[in-house]
């Protein structure tokens, strides 16, 4: 049984705009935030944002101090003009998209025009349309609905954003015949249309499809209706706690797919569920997933990536070193990243929550390995280098407490962790030094005879490439950051500018590697290597075109960015 997510899945850019505009209000405003209903339609996302001090404010309650922020789903002018009397700061959180239908419906609303609405009555974007509509706007839902509407002359055809493509094509047909010359505006979301082209697609191609999504979701609910228009069985659930997965597990191949409003932990959380209802009806097909996951979440991939890497710049400096001196980075990125994924508890639980588990449940074993072979890695190095043993010494006592947090009270604002964008900054340049530093102490020639400008070539090779891979990690877990309040490099700059930086960072790797290759600052190896920053940009594309991804598959290939030079480092040295 397999598990296909759909590309789509995730929340659409409007819903995180209402989100981040939520969010940001809560940490600048000193009283209480409150939405003028619920923000969007989830359940466990409205829940998210009362954690962090944003209520839904209730019905006819009129607050006397506080900020309030208009809901995705925008208000009717009336609605906002009693907002503004009760003499409060407030943001507009109102999807631009949806502003656009009101602007449309107010434009020909003041020529005289009666705007027909397709969509469903009651819902909050239609009450705030017919606010614009100035006293002349019906609510279509059916082709039945057009045949009672009365004789009009100026008819203006507008849709709500999230209306099923299929019916408004219908409605629109019966509306031009009854009303020719009226004036149609297909005022879908175009990631709406995405969304119910993908799951027309993807309910022909599996056995079940899970939709994941708020009840109340209009637009999740729509999916579910175009699924099971197909005959393909279909369940829609808020959580994962919903799944029947006795049900779930006769099926061979499941689609899951989720709604604008639906945050990418809960979409992770119902895959994990079902990759586990799959994997206890059938352990030999998901074996290597099992292999593979756990050598992503305990770090073993991750300090086998730090030691391919450290490979990969030796040889691009091209100086012998020991074999065994690759175990160093390697024992020295494990404790680390250990360590790190222990802290990240809280975060993990939305970001990742098989690793929070695997964690909770293991944390002792996990805590013990981390710190034996911090030491171990110590004891190595000390047997041959004295100034490396110092110099790892000190690293892994920085690291230890960047990632644990551990300090006195007195110095809590001295922090690095809690420093903007601190992880893109510290992280890189602990590879550094484990892979371009430290082996200068150790090469048989001695410090002063290895240094070169070949070095400076790989620590400016290594920085980029561990900040790119860095900056990808927080923008894939930028929605539970957000909420347990960390300010990593989307959060600080924007996703849009973090992922333009990345690119940037690439090309000028890129292009110095070439220009160190050919001026011979380093081996021919600095020729081949202008693959791994083109490698990170392919993920990156990927990645952002996919939204939400098997962790398993995301983790994969953003480390595999590490692990990439070291393959073609390998492959070179095999060959030579």
């Known amino acids: 049984m397999g598990v296909i997510l759909a590309k789509t899945a995730g929340f659409c850019w409007g819903v995180k705009r209402a989100i981040d505009i939520a969010l940001d209000t809560a940490s600048e405003a000193e009283g209480k935030v409150y939405t003028h209903g619920p923000l969007i339609h989830n359940p466990q996302a409205v829940q998210f944002l009362e954690q962090k001090n944003v209520q839904v404010l209730p019905a006819e309650e009129h607050p006397q101090e506080g900020t309030v922020v208009i809901r995705a789903h925008g208000v009717s002018p009336q609605t906002r003009a009693e907002i503004k009397s009760w003499g409060l700061a407030f943001k507009d959180a109102t999807c631009p998209i949806v502003a656009q239908v009101q602007g449309v419906t107010k434009k020909y609303a003041r020529k005289g025009y009666t705007t027909v609405i397709i969509g469903e009555v009651g819902h909050p974007e239609i009450v705030g349309l017919l606010g614009f509509s100035q006293g002349r706007g019906i609510v279509v839902r059916s082709i039945e609905d057009v045949k009672r509407l009365p004789p009009l002359e100026k008819v203006n055809v507008v849709a709500q954003t999230t209306t099923n493509t299929l019916e408004f094509k219908k409605i629109v047909k019966a509306l031009e015949e009854k009303y020719p010359g009226c004036l149609v505006h297909n005022t879908i979301c175009q990631d709406t249309i995405d969304r119910q082209e993908e799951i027309v697609t993807l309910a022909q191609a599996v056995n079940a499809l899970v939709v994941v999504g708020g009840y109340n979701s209009g637009n999740t609910q729509r999916l579910a209706e175009i699924s099971r228009s197909f005959g393909t069985p279909t369940f829609h659930v808020e959580t994962e706690e919903e799944l029947d997965l006795e049900v779930l597990s006769h099926y061979d191949d499941i689609g899951v797919i989720a709604g604008a409003s639906t945050p990418s932990w809960m979409i992770r959380r119902v895959i994990d569920a079902i990759e586990g209802a799959k994997g206890a009806a059938s352990a030999l097909g998901t074996g290597w997933q099992k292999v593979a996951e756990f050598f992503l979440k305990s770090n073993i991939y991750a300090a086998a990536a730090a030691a391919c890497l450290a490979l990969a710049v030796n040889l691009l400096q091209g100086y012998p070193l020991p074999r065994w001196f690759f175990l160093i980075p390697a024992l020295y990125i494990f404790g680390l990243h250990t360590f790190n994924s222990w802290s990240s508890l809280e975060a993990n639980r939305y970001n990742d929550p098989v690793r929070a588990r695997f964690y909770e449940r293991y944390w002792i074993t996990m805590t013990a390995l981390a710190s034996a072979a911090l030491i171990g890695g110590l004891a190595l190095i000390a047997l041959i280098s004295l100034p490396a043993f110092a110099l790892l010494l000190v690293a892994s006592g920085l690291g230890t407490y960047y990632t644990l947090r551990i300090e006195p009270r007195r110095f809590k604002r001295l922090d690095l962790w809690r420093l903007p964008a601190s992880r893109c900054l510290v992280t890189p340049l602990a590879w550094i030094l484990v892979a371009v530093l430290l082996p200068l ?110 962790l398993l598959l995301n983790q994969t290939l953003i480390e595999g960015a590490i692990m990439f030079p070291g393959l073609i480092a390998l492959g070179w040295y095999l060959a030579g």
């Open 441 to 550: 102490w150790v090469a048989p020639a001695g410090f002063l005879q290895t240094i070169s400008l070949g070095t400076l070539v790989a620590a400016l090779f290594v920085l980029p490439l561990i900040f790119s891979v860095t900056a990808m990690v927080d923008l894939r877990d930028i929605q539970g950051d957000r909420i347990v309040g960390k300010d990593t490099l989307p959060i600080l700059i924007s996703t849009w500018m973090t992922r333009k930086t990345i690119m940037v960072v690439c090309a000028a790797t890129a292009v110095g590697l070439f220009l160190a290759s050919l001026l011979g600052w380093t081996t021919s190896l600095g020729y081949l290597f202008i693959a791994s920053p083109a490698y990170t940009v392919w993920v990156l594309y990927f990645s952002y075109k996919r939204k939400v991804m098997s």
